[in-house]
């Protein structure tokens, strides 16, 4: 049975009118448009990869891409701070985490915070060809499980701090929050800060007020992404790690706060908390 150019277009316009009158399904397929670019992105340039593998440029082109992808849809970023990245030595940079759209903001901060990378769940490396892809730029990948390959994989970490001044990107509250307060921070991203007596850079992003899952709403915003200047962790030891976590954590919350009040007024969103 085949679908005549007639039955096609008139599918065309029922999506679009669908897509146009509903918010649900508007939602919902700027969510799948986002998902399917994002691994094309990154899948796309793995043959140019090849030729420098494990090497943090090779994620540079699909960053690009997410960048502008998102902004077609509607999800655009402010950079603010810049002038806090020491680029000549490594660090932890820890951000909140609101959605899956989080990958515009690591798209947004990998070319300019140098020798970026991240680490992943060990599960990841096995989603071909993704996996290929995040292995090829670097990413560290973790067996949550095994607590002997953690602690492995910290002291790896630790090494690619201070031997390759790479800059580790983490979201400490370690699963998505979209509240007025950030979740509370895991202990693991300070570990490596601690063990490898590196600077923390916190990065810290506006509120999506565009952005309402419940309530199934994506529009289009203006957001904001600013880093902060670095906290050192030289002379600190373990037992320093609760006073550290409550340190950032407090500052990143007061910064949260500011910058989700002026996001309302640059998205001229009047908000009933």
């Given at each position: 049975m085949t679908t005549s150019n007639g039955e096609l277009l008139g599918l065309a316009v029922m999506a679009f009118f669908i897509i146009t009158l509903s918010t649900t399904a508007r939602y919902y397929f700027k969510f799948f448009c986002?998902?399917?670019?994002?691994?094309?992105c990154?899948?796309?340039?793995?043959?140019?990869?090849l030729f420098r593998p494990r090497d943090y440029r090779n994620a540079l082109i699909p960053a690009y891409l997410c960048i502008g992808f998102g902004k077609m849809l509607g999800a655009s970023f402010t950079v603010r701070g810049k002038e806090n990245i020491n680029r000549n030595h490594g660090g932890i940079v820890l951000m909140?985490?609101?959605?899956?759209?989080?990958l515009i903001v690591l798209a947004e901060l990998w070319p300019i915070m140098g020798r970026s990378t991240v680490v992943a769940k060990k599960e990841v490396l096995y989603m071909f060809p993704f996996g290929l892809a995040?292995?090829?730029w670097g990413t560290l990948f973790i067996d949550r499980q095994n607590r002997d390959s953690a602690k492995s994989v910290i002291n790896k970490e630790a090494k690619a701090i201070n031997e390759k001044q790479a800059k580790l990107l983490f979201f400490p509250e370690g699963t998505r929050g979209n509240g007025d307060k950030l979740l509370?921070?895991?202990?693991g991203c300070f570990h490596v800060a601690v063990e490898s007596q590196?600077?923390?850079q916190p990065v810290v992003i506006s509120k999506y007020h565009f952005l309402k899952s419940k309530a199934?709403?994506?529009?289009?915003?203006q957001n904001i992404i600013k880093i902060l200047p670095e906290v050192s962790c030289a002379g600190l030891s373990k037992d320093d790690i609760p006073a550290l976590?409550?340190?950032v954590q407090k500052m990143m919350q007061r910064e949260y706060e500011q910058l989700s009040e002026e996001s309302l007024s640059i998205n001229n969103i009047s908000e009933v908390h």
């Open positions: 986002f998902i399917a670019f994002s691994v094309v990154a899948v796309g340039p793995v043959p140019l990869m909140n985490h609101q959605s899956a759209l989080d995040c292995w090829l509370p921070f895991k202990k590196a600077f923390i199934k709403i994506f529009n289009r915003g976590m409550e340190r």
